[in-house]
């Protein structure tokens, strides 16, 4: 009864359309905000106009006096903290006692609609007590006081790590060559189309229901049962579609426990939909790092030993930043062999909008040090950097120094495609000044392995309930984002089950309803939620098998179900209708419902800080940039992007394709023109809190993106699959900077690259622009870990890289 | 703490509705509406057409696009009051019936709709380019998109449904080429 060989694969594979794409084109998909009850109410928060400062004192009592106001509420309403790491519940849906950025919500109003609220909000009168406002990494570490937060490791700075796996100072030691590069990446915002939005209504026995544009249901449910102090049991929260989420809607935030607790003190339905200046108050996008990588390499270009130095600016939040600080740490070792590995990391807390997981969440950063310094190194080892790259890679079932496993690795063959399609070996470094072509290359995880609070349960649930008439309805807690995931539920179940997509509802994303699913974050749901789809709609295939059996009179492992049939494999002829095999089980054995569910497996590492990596599967990318800079403007533009992905299995080529198309356009956004940034002469106050301003590319911008769909499957993946919504997008920072020293001869090592900044370059010395260095800090003593591989050689040196089975050696055409 | 025990409901005077006929998707609707409201505000809120989304209200982002006398109108920035007795299209009014448009087919079918919330206003703009040009060019697809903003798609995909469509205005028949489905061949 095993499912079928990826050959004989029916839907999962196959183009079909979305099961929601004619209700998203129609426009009846109802978001958050598209949501309307009766007699519904309006709310709206009364945010800080500065970015520190202790509160003093607030006078609501114009605002509350206003006609149509229904309620006012401030922190004292709504005294106990949350977060969504259980380290980190610093904040509040109010702040009771302090604000912490220009943004920080302080009061909230409820009025009969939204012109009263508005006004409202405004006749709040708050009186501050100025603090420094901390608002740079710099800042941070050099001013320990005022304290952002009363707790953190040291002054302003929130966590601070320091990891060794092996030895690096030997391994620096053994190295033909040292090189040491920094960098920085500025910090970008999601910017997702739909504005939050949340709806709190509360029943007449008391239970409340929210209605939001979350990505994380099951963890704003616990949001609102700790800081409202309700059973579990009688909130409900109810997931809408997503309009773009982004890693941007994965906190529980304070408008969705604000609006909750209004509709419990006026009995009335409150909405809320945040206004664009307030999305980017809301932020919990990329954060801003500066790093420090520092490289030991044999001739050959075999990683001895790196040393990983980051510094994060968190702002005014934990969010999910202690994760977010490890994972500029993890994912360097699953590409290429690394035998000797360090990481240090801090993160501060500033006076901005807290930083959070924005799509590769903590791994662009890191990915653009690591291939960007890559480049250099290939050049000064000259060898070709696919060709080193290609070298090195991990080998597939392997355990790197930092303890993650990785399965399958198809990285080999993505960069065969974008090498071979670019035609690289004739372009690179031959093309005329101010062309350019770089590569870059990236992994990412398919999904946390461990769950975010402590607990023994599985990190995903699918129920299946078949009706009588042929149609499944697939009940799990995910919610699509966008992404694509209720259609590859449904093509899963349905490959199963051996019917059509289009025969099944889903039922997603509501805690009363459905099963827990973690939610749509860290890549997770393709892997987690298939797995668990998988196992439900094998075990009610197994009673249709029963019953069907009986009937035909053949063993259950001889029936075969596909176009709706279940019919015997060796005489195809005889069966039945999917849904004449449903009236049997039923008849048989009673209404039929199962469920599947899906536990990651125990990660490798026991150290502290092992937490943040393992994860099921690895995906892996490869970018090629071809692009023009004019050397006198600085101006740049990307004439193409070839990105490979290694995506296991493809269940969706469509859906695949376009969330390599995304990845590849928000990479380019960050790469050249995204930029959360602050006035620091201005009291810290947005630069661009407008779509106008924050720079996004358009139609105008967007290149061709030639995408090649790489299928190395993964052991633990459903039919072998892999993650592909965040994985393309980390390469393409570093391949762009890598395409513009191509062009023109210049190091950028800072992202965005501005035309400016190029410029600035040229005119340099050192043909570089970038960070000078990284501030001083005292690092705490590492953990040590010996690598898996202890003191002996690691496991590939053994047999040498070019024993093992691996794409053959870019060779490149002698110059002319 | 401070809530009003009672709320007498009461509005200011300024806030006056004003009483006119808005002509949506073939429809003549009499409405009654605060005059200061935006036709997307109408819409959503006074005539239920919540299909048409709002991305900033400050006419930035092309999500609340409409067509007015069949022309592409950022709803956020027209009053309801200017639009009377003036053909309005929105999402709501492209499919034929229960047909879909050939756009909203085309871009179901090509996963030019992620998350489908810039979908209506792109739609909306892209029917005003083809009935204007019914062949457009990849450039001329991309100059009448240009004030739409989309984060998921990367743009490509909506690129190639208009074209697709524009096809089957002329052939209904018309498939999407290999790559477009399904990335280039390794």
Redesign the interface.
């Known amino acids: 009864m095993a499912v079928a060989s990826r050959e004989a694969l029916r839907v999962v594979g196959s183009?079909v359309?979305?099961v929601?794409?004619?209700?998203?084109?129609?426009?009846?998909?109802?978001?958050a905000?598209?949501i309307?009850l009766p007699r519904m109410v309006f709310c709206k928060l009364h945010r800080s106009p500065v970015p520190h400062a202790r509160i003093v004192r607030i006078d609501?009592?114009k605002a509350?006096?206003m006609?149509?106001?229904?309620?006012?509420?401030?922190g004292?309403?709504l005294p106990i903290p949350f977060g969504i790491l259980p380290v980190s519940q610093d904040e509040h849906a109010l702040c009771p006692d302090k604000v912490r950025f220009v943004g920080d919500p302080v009061a909230a109003v409820a009025a009969?609609?939204e012109?009263?609220a508005f006004e409202a909000m405004n006749a709040i009168r708050v009186e501050y007590e100025p603090l420094d406002p901390i608002l740079s990494i710099e800042d941070a570490i050099r001013k320990p006081s005022p304290r952002i937060h009363d707790y953190g490791d040291e002054g302003n700075i929130h966590k601070k790590v320091a990891l060794e796996f092996g030895d690096v100072e030997r391994g620096l030691g053994q190295s033909d060559e040292v090189l040491e590069d920094t960098f920085y990446y500025e910090g970008s915002t999601?910017?997702?189309?739909?504005?939050h939005a949340a709806v709190g209504m509360v029943e007449p026995d008391g239970k409340v229901t929210v209605w939001s544009s979350t990505q994380t249901p099951h963890y704003v449910h616990r949001a609102l049962a700790k800081v409202l102090q309700m059973p579990p049991a009688h909130i409900r929260v109810i997931a809408c579609?997503?309009?773009?989420?982004?890693g941007g809607k994965s906190d529980p935030f304070n408008h969705e426990i604000v609006v909750a607790k209004l509709a419990l003190?006026?009995g009335r339905p409150v909405k809320i939909t945040l206004?664009?200046e307030e999305v980017f108050y809301c932020h919990r996008g990329r954060h801003p790092v500066l790093m420090r990588i520092k490289t030991g390499l044999t001739k050959d270009g075999a990683i001895k030993a790196m040393h990983f130095k980051s510094y994060l600016d968190g702002g005014g939040y934990g969010s999910y930043g202690v994760a977010s600080t490890y994972y500029t740490g993890a994912l360097q070792t699953v590409t290429y062999n690394v035998e000797n590995y360090k990481f240090e990391g801090l993160r501060c807390f500033t006076n901005k909008p807290p930083c959070g997981p924005k799509r590769g969440h903590g791994t662009p950063q890191p990915r653009f040090a690591l291939e960007v310094h890559l480049d250099k190194i290939a050049e000064k080892l000259a060898i070709d950097p696919a060709e080193l790259r290609l070298r090195h890679l991990v080998p597939p079932g392997s355990l790197t120094a930092n303890y993650l496993r990785v399965g399958s690795i198809g990285l080999g063959?993505c960069i065969?495609?974008v090498v071979r399609?670019s035609d690289w070996s004739r372009k690179f470094r031959r093309l005329p000044h101010g062309k350019g072509i770089g590569l870059a290359c990236s992994s990412y995880l398919c999904g946390a392995g461990l769950p975010i609070y402590w607990n023994n349960m599985p990190h995903t649930g699918v129920q299946l309930r078949l009706d009588r008439g042929g149609g499944v309805v697939v009940f799990c807690g995910e919610i699509d984002?966008?992404?694509?995931s209720d259609t590859v539920l449904a093509q899963v179940v349905a490959e199963v089950l051996g019917i059509d997509p289009y025969d099944i509802r889903i039922v997603f994303g509501d805690t009363d309803l459905t099963p827990v699913d973690l939610g749509s974050y860290s890549s997770r749901v393709t892997l987690m939620m298939g797995n668990a789809a998988i196992q439900a709609a094998e075990r009610a295939r197994e009673i249709l098998a029963k019953a069907a059996a009986e009937k035909l009179g053949v063993p259950p492992d001889r029936l075969g179900f596909a176009d709706r049939r279940v019919f015997d494999v060796e005489s195809p002829e005889r069966g039945m209708t999917f849904p004449e095999a449903v009236v049997l089980a039923e008849s048989r054995f009673g209404t039929i419902g199962t469920v599947g569910s899906y536990t990651p497996p125990p990660s490798a590492g026991k150290y502290k800080g092992a937490g943040v990596g393992p994860s099921p599967a690895y995906s892996y990318s490869a970018a090629v940039v071809e692009l023009d800079v004019d050397p006198e403007t600085g101006w740049i533009r990307v004439e193409r992007v070839h990105l490979?992905h290694d995506v296991g299995q493809c269940i969706n080529?469509?859906?695949?394709?376009?969330q390599?198309?995304?990845?590849?356009?928000?990479g380019l956004g960050e790469a050249l023109m995204e930029e959360q940034v602050f006035r620091t002469n201005r009291n810290g106050v947005h630069k661009a809190p407008?779509?106008?301003e924050y720079k996004?590319p358009?139609?105008?911008e967007?290149p061709?993106?030639?995408?090649?769909?790489?299928e190395d499957p993964d052991p633990n993946g459903p039919f072998g699959a892999k993650e592909v919504g965040q994985g393309p997008l980390l390469p393409i920072a570093p391949a762009v900077v890598n395409a513009v020293y191509d062009a023109v001869g210049v190091r950028i090592d800072e992202i965005p690259v501005t035309p400016e900044k190029i410029l600035k370059a040229i005119a340099s010395p050192a043909k570089r622009f970038g960070p000078r260095g990284v501030p001083d800090v005292t690092w705490p003593e590492p953990i040590r870990v010996p690598t898996p591989w202890g003191a002996g050689p690691a496991p590939w040196a053994a047999s040498g890289p070019a024993t093992r089975s691996r794409p053959a050696p870019i060779t490149r055409e002698p110059r002319p | 703490?401070?809530?009003?025990k009672k709320?007498?409901?009461?509005?200011?005077a300024v806030?006056a509705n004003a009483h006119l006929r808005l002509h949506v998707n073939g429809e003549s609707r009499e409405v009654s509406f605060?005059p200061h409201k935006t036709l997307l505000e109408v819409l959503?809120e006074d005539l239920?057409l919540?299909?048409?989304?709002?991305?900033?209200?400050?006419g930035?982002?092309g999500?609340c696009t409409v067509l007015l006398d069949g022309k592409p109108q950022l709803s956020c920035l027209v009053l309801g009051l200017e639009c009377e007795d003036r053909p309005i299209v929105?999402?709501?009014g492209?499919?034929d019936g229960p047909r879909?448009d050939p756009?909203?087919?085309a871009?179901?079918?090509?996963?030019a709709?992620?998350?489908?919330?810039?979908?209506?206003g792109i739609?909306c703009a892209a029917k005003a380019l083809l009935d204007a040009r019914p062949e457009p060019t990849r450039q001329e697809?991309?100059?009448a998109?240009?004030g739409?903003?989309?984060?998921?798609?990367?743009?490509?995909?909506?690129?190639e449904a208009v074209e697709l469509a524009a096809r089957r205005r002329r052939d209904p028949g018309a498939q999407p080429a290999h790559e477009?489905?399904?990335?280039?061949r390794?």
């Open positions: 183009a359309r979305k929601d794409g004619l209700s998203k084109c129609a426009g009846v998909t109802k978001f905000d598209d309307v609501t009592s509350g006096k006609p149509g106001v229904l309620a006012v509420l401030t004292r309403d009969l609609d012109d009263i999601h910017l997702p189309m739909e504005q579609p997503n309009g773009g989420g982004f003190l006026t206004t664009r063959k065969e495609a399609g984002i966008g992404q694509g490979a080529p469509v859906l695949v394709v376009g390599i198309e995304g990845s590849v356009y928000m407008s779509m106008l996004s358009t139609t105008m967007m061709d993106v030639v995408s090649y769909i790489i | 703490m401070k809530r009003r709320t007498t409901g009461a509005v200011p806030r605060a959503r239920g919540t299909g048409t989304k709002h991305g900033c209200e400050l930035e982002c999500t929105t999402v709501e492209l499919a879909p756009l909203q087919m871009f179901a079918e090509l996963g709709a992620q998350c489908g919330y810039c979908t209506p739609l697809i991309r100059e998109l240009s739409n903003l989309c984060r998921c798609t990367g743009y490509i995909k909506i690129f477009v489905l399904h990335g280039r390794v």
